[in-house]
């Protein structure tokens, strides 16, 4: 099945902003968005956002997402050490009656 | 709050078969769908299935289809995982995640297919 894409790594400087981004087709992220969930090292994946910018309780406001399009983007504003983590987005792809995941982004706070 | 637990892992040879569990509490579970999600060593996420909210509809990833069993109990709060056939591609550390999101996921289990 096909999955959606993500860069695989990307490098940001402390309190800077990262933007992350996924791109899929008109059966998934074009078509009821994306979920973004961050992982950790050793850790469950986390969410973050659901439907392009829905934040679950408890997920700080420098988290904010977007979609435009088949492409859903992630934006990570005042970066800190602790933002360090593997990304990942996913969604629902109509056409496979599948849930696709992205292939994950290392963010690095350097 | 929101918990689940799998259990039901370990290493086992190829070709055998092994039942995960996923033990839920702190939500109704009846009242939503359930997936198993795996990562295999230093990988990333692959969605395994997906099961509707009183279990009549179940998808699954190519990879497992005809393999791969996912099924529930409500009156248990309990999501299973039935691996028949498992082949070493399938070492990897299996998750339970309440749908659709996923919003709320397990610690994960640990499966080693290896001979």
């Known amino acids: 099945q096909a999955g959606l894409t993500q860069p695989p790594s990307v490098s940001k400087g402390l309190r800077q902003t990262a933007t992350l981004t996924c791109t899929g087709n008109?059966?998934?992220?074009?078509?009821?968005?994306a979920a973004w969930l961050q992982q950790h090292q050793g850790r469950p994946p986390k969410l973050l956002s659901y439907r392009n910018n829905n934040r679950p309780s408890g997920i700080s406001e420098r988290f904010s997402a977007s979609r435009s399009g088949s492409t859903a983007s992630l934006t990570i504003t005042g970066l800190q050490p602790e933002d360090e983590a593997d990304y990942y987005c996913s969604a629902w792809d109509s056409s496979l009656s599948a849930w696709v995941f992205g292939g994950g982004t290392k963010l690095t706070v350097l | 709050q929101v918990q689940m637990v799998e259990s039901g892992g370990g290493m086992v040879q190829p070709g055998t078969s092994l039942r995960l569990s996923c033990a839920a509490s702190?939500?109704?579970?009846?009242?939503?769908?359930m997936h198993w999600v795996r990562q295999a060593p230093g990988k990333g996420l692959e969605w395994v299935a997906l099961?509707?909210?009183?279990?009549?509809?179940?998808y699954y990833a190519d990879s497992v289809k005809g393999r791969f069993t996912i099924s529930r109990d409500n009156s248990k709060n309990t999501l299973y995982l039935q691996m028949n056939s498992l082949r070493t591609e399938d070492t990897a550390v299996y998750y339970c995640a309440r749908a659709h999101a996923p919003d709320y996921w397990g610690q994960g289990i640990l499966v080693t297919v290896s001979s």
């Open positions: 099961i509707s909210y009183d279990g009549s509809d179940r």
């Open positions: 008109n059966n998934n992220v074009g078509d009821q968005g």
């Open positions: 702190g939500f109704t579970f009846s009242s939503h769908g």
